[in-house]
């Protein structure tokens, strides 16, 4: 509130008339002496009529423009500009006083200091002001001619330390935006929030926003990484320092769990990747020296595959770009080292990979595994599908026994187990289980170091010795011998059908041989036979369709025929690997493999080569298997259905 407490009253007139009359008084006594000597003329020229003081004296007072009776609010030791503006007089006095108590307010300037504040409503800042009255009266020289003012400012201090809680958040647009709280600060207005980019060495400002209600920025050069943002609050009139406040953007780390690989039909590995913290982004792909362009959107791109398996992990670069960035400047941008490895099955007990050895569970649509060579490694379970360990059975044999190999019937589920011992006195044997937990033993039969075996869907079992001139066939339940064969020709390998229908004896000796025979009112009958047959190894039964086989030809072919007339079905360039016993697929070395180290897969129908694939150094086919859809080479696997 305004105070104007101006002095004409009649007091003060009284004095001044008083005052006047003495000072008259004298002046009359000083001129007749002067008229003693000098002649007195009345000119006007001799008299100056004063004007009577200015009754409407006004004084204004200005501190940092808050105007007379209002709060004046600091936010720390604050240093405050002050005018005062008097008409027609001048300031003769002026004091500043902060609850009561006298302050120094020089050279236009007051300082206040949260710590001279009560902290409570009652602070107040008063100033007095005197004013002369302007006439150049005599009463004014003497300083009984004035005017008082009297300036009251309410004070609060305000502590600006607020935070304004910055977050982030990905929006529609699949960006990152930067978002706060707006700081409430009492008696003090927002003008900008300034952005800056900011590390250790440098920041770079990214933009200015002059609305105070709006609290977020979408920074459309964000892709991946670490980034820390400076944001300035800046309030008008600079009530309030400038307040910096610091920012580091939360993400997750780019690892390999972000990223899937697979392998096409033409060979290609097709490389998929997720961002992931869902920002969209633009990609550069850097494979054996060659940028492949990835476009805003897309996550995924195909690469060339030379061979499988990869003998050393193959690594690649990715990196992120922002939707604006220019392709061609890459490689500022973050990147991500990302290693693709051979899909593996198996654990980190695995090692000696090579040794692992693997068969199809049709009837439990599992994938078996094991190890030979390594008591307590036991039969691993598999997914049919994506090799993923679904379980193991560690230590399913005592010492001194080791599993040395082991074979699957596709239709029952029963496993044959061979086992050896490093202990010269144990002889090996073959123990038949109900399934692959061991949890029922069915039967044991005699063995030795090296055996061929198989095992059927109607309940026989194929047992032959190491140096390939004996076998015999027995019925599991009863355990009765149902025949047993020797060849005349010496040497030979044995085979039996899944359905325990036919058997066969074949040699590649003397420009080869073989011998079919059919199980009749419990009997092997011979249906087929032939000398200088070009046949090359094992003949191979199909674990699917019954009455056909595959005969492999010394020429670089073989034949899939209809028993019992062994009629050609399909003549195929190359060399038989094995059948796919979920799917009945044809895996199969190229005919011209030295030359180009191809393997390939045929549908079950023969009708086309629905895959191909380049294998690595020291390739055998023996180790090789596809089931369902996987081709598996050691521990390591394709899958081509994909």
């Known amino acids: 509130m305004l105070f104007l407490a101006a002095n004409k009253n009649h007091q003060l007139i009284y004095m001044l008339r008083k005052n006047l009359l003495c000072i008259f008084k004298l002046y009359i006594c000083f001129n007749l002496l002067c008229l003693i000597s000098c002649k007195y003329e009345s000119q006007d020229l001799n008299f100056h009529e004063i004007k009577q003081p200015d009754k409407d004296v006004k004084a204004t007072m200005n501190i940092a423009d808050v105007p007379n009776g209002q709060t004046i609010y600091i936010y720390g030791a604050t240093d405050l500009m002050y005018s005062i503006n008097a008409a027609p007089g001048a300031v003769t006095k002026k004091e500043f006083y902060l609850n009561n108590k006298l302050i120094n307010g020089e050279n236009e300037v007051l300082r206040l200091d949260p710590s001279d504040l009560t902290g409570n409503d009652s602070d107040v800042l008063k100033v007095k002001v005197n004013l002369s009255s302007g006439t150049g009266s005599l009463a004014e020289i003497l300083g009984e001619e004035k005017s008082s003012f009297e300036f009251i400012y309410p004070i609060k201090y305000v502590n600006p330390q607020i935070n304004l809680n910055i977050n982030q958040r990905i929006n529609s647009s699949k960006k990152l935006e930067i978002y706060w709280n707006k700081p409430n600060l009492e008696g003090a207005e927002i003008e900008s929030y300034e952005i800056y980019n900011f590390d250790n060495l440098d920041q770079i400002f990214i933009n200015k926003i002059s609305d105070p209600s709006k609290t977020n920025f979408v920074d459309d050069d964000y892709s991946y990484g670490a980034r820390t943002y400076k944001i300035i609050t800046r309030y008008k009139g600079n009530k309030v320092a400038p307040k910096e406040d610091f920012y580091s953007v939360k993400y997750k780390v780019f690892t390999s769990s972000y990223f899937k690989t697979k392998t096409l039909k033409n060979l290609n590995l097709d490389i998929q990747w997720t961002h992931p913290d869902g920002i969209e982004n633009k990609y550069v792909l850097i494979w054996k020296g060659n940028a492949q362009t990835i476009s805003l959107g897309e996550n995924n791109t195909e690469v060339y595959r030379p061979a499988f398996p990869f003998q050393e992990e193959q690594y690649y670069e990715l990196y992120i770009l922002p939707e604006k960035a ?19 099955y198996g654990d980190p007990e695995v090692d000696n990979a090579h040794l692992i ?126 025949s047993e064969k020797r060849e005349a020709n010496g040497q030979f390998f044995p085979g039996i059908s899944e359905d ?59 034949s899939i025929c209809e028993l019992p007339s062994l009629k050609v079905i399909k003549k195929v360039p190359g060399e038989f690997i094995c059948f796919d016993k979920f799917t009945g697929k044809i895996l199969f070395k190229d005919e ?43 521990n390591n696997y394709v899958n081509i259905g994909q």
Not at 328 to 342: G, H, Q, R, S, V
Not at 533 to 544: G, Q, V, Y
Not at 612 to 625: D, E, H, I, K, V
């Open 357 to 482: 050895l693997v068969e199809g569970d049709v009837k439990n649509k599992s994938i078996l595994s094991m190890r030979g060579h390594k008591n307590g490694f036991g039969i691993r379970n598999y997914g049919i599908d994506d090799l993923v360990m679904k379980s193991k059975n560690p230590d399913l044999v005592q010492y001194p026994y080791y599993i040395s190999s082991f074979k699957v019937s596709q239709a029952t589920g029963k496993v044959a187990v061979h086992l050896r011992s490093e202990v010269y006195e144990t002889k090996p044997i073959i123990e038949v289980y109900s399934d692959f937990t061991f949890s029922k033993k069915i039967r044991t039969y005699v063995s030795d170091d090296f055996p061929v075996y198989y095992l059927t869907n109607d309940d026989k079992i194929l047992v032959g010795n190491n140096n390939l001139y004996h076998y015999e066939i027995y019925d599991l339940n009863s355990g009765k011998l149902l």
């Open 326 to 344: 220019d392709t061609w400047d890459y490689a500022k941008y973050p990147k991500i080292i990302n290693y693709f490895k051979e899909q593996k």
């Open 592 to 634: 011209n493999f030295s030359s180009n180290s191809l393997i390939n897969v045929m549908d079950s129908k023969y009708s086309s080569i629905v895959f191909s694939l380049t294998t690595g150094l020291y390739f055998q086919p023996y180790q090789a298997r596809l089931l369902n859809n996987n081709i598996i080479l050691y």
């Open 500 to 558: 325990g229908r036919y058997t066969t004896s074949s040699g590649s000796y003397n420009n080869g041989w073989y011998k079919i025979y059919r199980y009749e009112n419990d009997q092997y009958t011979l249906i087929a036979e032939k000398t200088g047959s070009r046949t090359r190894n094992a003949i191979e039964f199909h674990p699917l369709i019954q009455d056909q086989v595959v005969l492999q030809s010394f020429d670089n072919y073989f």
